[in-house]
């Protein structure tokens, strides 16, 4: 599969994946828990050590949830906020300011019924891989350290930029430890100018496009990555940072016929 097949198949993916339910439940839940100032985690850390995820009673109540009866509220600081209108050389804007703070008051999961939470389940190629090998054999020649790890904290993989080691979880299937070995291999060749987010993008659609023209599908997988680290970007946006990943992409391929030929 070549670069422009492989990119309107991982489209069509993560547009099926972003109007699925299964997506529409996580996102209206994640969305519903905005951030915290440090101070009001604080907060809540120093009333109730236990809490995972706070909200307050009406968006429990909007996510199908309700506060159980006789449960203390955890108070947090709240900005009171207000709009003004300003009017400058005869044209007339909304602004919207904060005035002082109030007590408002939330409630931990724990405290609340109703409606399951959507989790999202971990995602992997779950396909195995003959070419594994071939892969790793291509990366040592050009002297990267493949070294697999037992203990795993639900990530697959991971690099250190100023080393050529590549860690990869060792109880993965051999087609994500082969999506994974090249995603690793491509952070290693970002350079420091690309926001953390999009590098994600770039490095994981690089061994897709790899894994694509090495006869493994990872679109799925991919798309679902892809979506986590966008920011709810659209997918024109998005697909803009794929010229580097086909750059990446291209790059393994020289590299490696190179290294065969010496
Ligand atoms: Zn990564």
Redesign the pocket.
């Known amino acids: 599969m070549d670069t422009k097949e492989a990119t309107s198949k991982l489209e069509e993916a993560f547009q099926k994946w972003v109007t699925s339910e299964d997506f529409r439940k996580i996102e209206r839940f994640i969305r519903a828990f905005h951030n915290y100032s440090f101070g009001n985690l604080m907060l809540i850390f120093l009333q109730k050590p236990e809490a995972t995820r706070v909200a307050g009673f009406n968006t429990w109540k909007k996510l199908g949830r309700f506060v159980k009866k006789g449960e203390k509220g955890i108070m947090v600081i709240a900005p009171c906020a207000y709009t003004y209108k300003k009017e400058e050389e005869g044209v007339e804007t909304v602004h919207h300011g904060v005035k002082g703070f109030k007590a408002a008051f939330v409630f931990d999961v724990s405290q609340t019924d109703g409606e399951p939470i959507p989790e999202e389940e971990e995602v992997l190629v779950t396909d195995e891989y003959e070419g594994l090998r071939s892969i790793e054999e291509s990366l040592e020649r050009l002297g990267y350290t493949i070294d697999y790890y037992e203990e795993s904290h639900g990530e697959h993989g991971h690099v250190s930029k100023k080393s050529k080691v590549i860690h990869v979880h060792d109880k993965i299937p051999t087609g994500q430890k082969a999506s994974t070995l090249l995603?690793?291999w491509a952070?290693l060749q970002m350079g420091r100018d690309t926001s953390p987010d999009d590098e994600?993008i770039i490095?994981?659609t690089a061994s897709y496009f790899i894994m694509a023209r090495l006869g493994l599908d990872t679109s799925f997988y991919t798309a679902r990555y892809v979506e986590s680290w966008s920011n709810g970007k659209k997918w024109a946006e998005i697909s803009k940072l794929f010229t580097q990943s086909d750059r990446l992409c291209k790059k393994y391929f020289a590299e490696v016929c190179e290294s065969a030929m010496i």
């Open positions: 995603h690793e952070h994600e490095v994981q």
